[in-house]
Structure formats: structure tokens, C-alpha cells
């Protein structure tokens, strides 16, 4: 079935430092891409997509290419900031072209990010 | 827009009782929503996939007697916990899908705040 492998964490890092976490995927089919931010105390937002191999997804300084040739969707930020502390998880919906799951989400693990001044 | 609210945020009950969980697209129709279970620094893990009108669809693992799902209307679907036991104890989450001009991108998946269940 399909699977999704984010990086362990916790990370750490200094404000204005350059953030990347790993994410990689097994689908059998064309899988869109979707990294989702959970803030402290909150649900899950979508902070960016991706739908087709070299799309790149991007938000709040936030970029993610999706990657066919090495199942992966890195999500990378060059200066991050306090306020970018989270949860972020890596996730994947089998309906991509000719899906009919009704968009249905694997998520990865999720990756703590916290960030200090 | 897009907002999902789930109630109650969070739960106390006695191990037997049951619990019902709440989950409503306050902006937007759904024809389809989620339901997650969030264990402690864990991924979210798909229960079930609810449709209005129709029997929700269970994953793997599931017990659809323990965790009964009801969609009855394009805004409202909830689950109960029935006789709940302490390790149902964890953090349900829904999402809800627009329906395709329904006033938000039916691409996406708008998620809950989450319902904290103890069970003691």
C-alpha cells in the first residue's frame, strides 16, 4: 500500500537558519503531494501542494518539488522563524490522475520543528 | 473560509460509557469527511471515510461497532465511541471535502481543531 517517510525529528534551529525536511513516498500509482502544518493547539492546514512530478508547491516561503524519479517531496524554507515552530507532516492522496479515492491521506509521521530566537 | 469545527474539544469519560464526537464544515458543504486518530508524536491514522447518506467505509484494523460513524447531512457527520475503554484514549481529528462548487476548492481537505478523549 501507499506509505510516506518523513524525517525523524525533533529539529531544531536558530531563527533565519535553513530548514529541510525529507519526505519520501511509495504509491502505485500518481500520487498528489501535500505538506500540512499543525500549530500548537490547532488542526492541520494545508500549507502547500503538489499534483504532477516537477510541480513545485509553495506558501509562506515554504517550497516542495515533487520528485518521480526519487519518490520524494522536500520541504525547505532558507530563513525560518520563530512563528514557524509546528508539526509538519508530509502527506500523499492517491487521487492523483484517474484516482477515484475520494481523496484519501497518508500521512507521514510528522516532523517537530522549534525555533529559537 | 473553509473552517471545520469538532465538539467537544475535549472529553472526559468513565470506562463503558459511550462518547459522541462532532464534526461540522461551518462555511461549506461536504459530501465527503475523515476521521482521524492522532496518537501521541505519531502520524494521523484514517479510520474511515464517511459519505452522507451512505454506510461509512472503515480501514483495515477498524471496529465499525466501536466507532459508529453518522453522516446524515452535507454539514454534520459524528462518531461515537461506544463503550469506551482507556486505550480508545487519543486525539480524534475530522476533515470534510467540499462538494465541487460547493464555495471552497473540493480539491482539499479542511481539518477539525480535534477532540481530546480520556477515558478513565
Known amino acids: 500500500g501507499d506509505s510516506v517517510t518523513q524525517m525523524e525529528g525533533p529539529v531544531t534551529l536558530s531563527e533565519e537558519a535553513f530548514l529541510t525536511i525529507n519526505c519520501t513516498y511509495t504509491?502505485?500509482?500518481?500520487?498528489?503531494l501535500f505538506w500540512y502544518v499543525q500549530y500548537p493547539g490547532e488542526g492541520l492546514q494545508l500549507l502547500l501542494k503538489?499534483?504532477?512530478?516537477?510541480d513545485k508547491g509553495s506558501n509562506k516561503g515554504f517550497e516542495a518539488t515533487y520528485r518521480k524519479e526519487t519518490t520524494s517531496f522536500h520541504l525547505e524554507k532558507g530563513s525560518v522563524q520563530v512563528s514557524d515552530s509546528a508539526v509538519y507532516f508530509c502527506a500523499l492522496s492517491d487521487e492523483g490522475a484517474g484516482g477515484t479515492s475520494y481523496g484519501k491521506l497518508t500521512f507521514g509521521q510528522g516532523t517537530i520543528l522549534t525555533v529559537h530566537p | 473560509g473553509a473552517v471545520v469545527s469538532q465538539h467537544p474539544s475535549r472529553v472526559i469519560c468513565k470506562s463503558g460509557t459511550s462518547v459522541k464526537i462532532e464534526c461540522r464544515s461551518l462555511?461549506?458543504?461536504?459530501?465527503?469527511m475523515f476521521w482521524y486518530r492522532q496518537f501521541p508524536k505519531k502520524s494521523l491514522m484514517l479510520m474511515a471515510t464517511s459519505n452522507e447518506g451512505s454506510k461509512a467505509t472503515y480501514e483495515q484494523g477498524v471496529e465499525k461497532d466501536k466507532f459508529l460513524i453518522n453522516h446524515a447531512s452535507l454539514t454534520l457527520s459524528t462518531l461515537t465511541v461506544t463503550s469506551a475503554h482507556p486505550e480508545d484514549s487519543s486525539f480524534y481529528i475530522c476533515?470534510?471535502?467540499?462538494?465541487?462548487?460547493?464555495?471552497?476548492?473540493?480539491?482539499?481537505?479542511?481539518f477539525g481543531p480535534g477532540t481530546r478523549l480520556t477515558v478513565t
Open positions: 476533515s470534510a471535502r467540499p462538494i465541487a462548487g460547493g464555495g471552497a476548492p473540493s480539491y482539499e481537505q479542511y
Open positions: 462555511d461549506f458543504q461536504a459530501t465527503t
Open positions: 504509491a502505485t500509482g500518481y500520487p498528489s
Open positions: 503538489a499534483t504532477k512530478a516537477d
